[in-house]
């Protein structure tokens, strides 16, 4: 007899918690096109595009990790042909899901990661620290998916013109889905 309770109790008690009623989806994933303003030369900027992916997962239902995964690819920058340049950036974001009967939640973010650049021509390139801040919107459509515009500033260390920071504005937007807390 105790062998069946517990065969009947342990299931309900282990899917309790992420089956249980929240109002946030615990996890999001996001994938989508993402713009970037990258430097040419020194003194040149130049815009590219590329993918976006958004990975964030929620402890609260103001604060989650997040993860932004950005590839970007240009065909000549400086002179030197085929550069793709790759972001992995992890930190943390906030949410205001309330706005609009949580049918908008604007956010921030930031965080540290790494960045590379690399071109075909040159058979190499280099990598550093990158960052990002900025902040969004994600539009909820229903329980399961939405769409994500979000506004950063992306930076990478240590370029190929200088020991300095190059940083510039990226724009995403994502498709998103939501998995958990259904």
Request: hydrophobic share 45%; proline share 3%; no cysteine.
């Amino acid at each position: 007899m105790v062998k069946r309770i517990v065969l009947l109790v342990l299931p309900m008690i282990l899917l309790a918690a992420p089956l249980s009623a929240q109002d946030y989806s615990a996890l999001e994933i996001g994938f989508g096109y993402a713009n970037w303003g990258a430097a040419d030369t020194p003194t040149t900027t130049s815009r590219t595009s590329g993918f976006a992916m958004h990975t964030n997962y929620n402890l609260t239902s103001w604060f989650g990790v997040d993860n932004y995964l950005g590839v970007y690819s240009f065909p000549d920058a400086g002179g030197i042909t085929d550069w793709t340049a790759i972001y992995n950036i992890f930190g943390v974001k906030l949410t205001a899901r309330d706005v609009l009967g949580g049918a908008v939640s604007p956010f921030v973010v930031a965080g540290f990661g790494g960045g590379s650049i690399r071109s075909g021509q040159l058979g190499g390139g280099f990598g550093s620290t990158a960052a990002r801040y900025g902040g969004g919107v994600d539009f909820n459509l229903n329980n399961g998916f939405g769409f994500r515009v979000d506004a950063s500033n992306l930076a990478i260390g240590n370029t190929i013109w200088d020991d300095a920071w190059q940083s510039n504005f990226n724009l995403a937007t994502s498709v998103i889905l939501n998995l958990g807390g259904f």
